[in-house]
């Protein structure tokens, strides 16, 4: 459906922040903001960013 934009670091990245952005929904101040971590939480385990295809940014090596 979507082309694979992300690299590996890239998506490891925004799968620990998202994480930890939702983790704050739960612990430490728990505040609904927290939830905004589904954005990159979500885009990273797709390994595709629409943001990056609306700029023609790639950070993935392979061709897909």
Do not use: H
């Not at 430490?28 to 939480?41: A, D, R, S």
């Amino acid at each position: 459906m979507f082309k694979t934009n992300e690299g590996t670091i890239d998506r490891v990245l925004r799968v620990i922040v998202g994480l930890a952005l939702i983790a704050i929904v739960f612990v430490g101040p728990k505040t609904p903001f927290g939830w905004i971590g589904l954005v990159p939480l979500l885009t990273g385990l797709a390994g595709t960013c629409p943001v990056y295809s609306l700029l023609g940014i790639n950070t993935c090596k392979l061709k897909r």
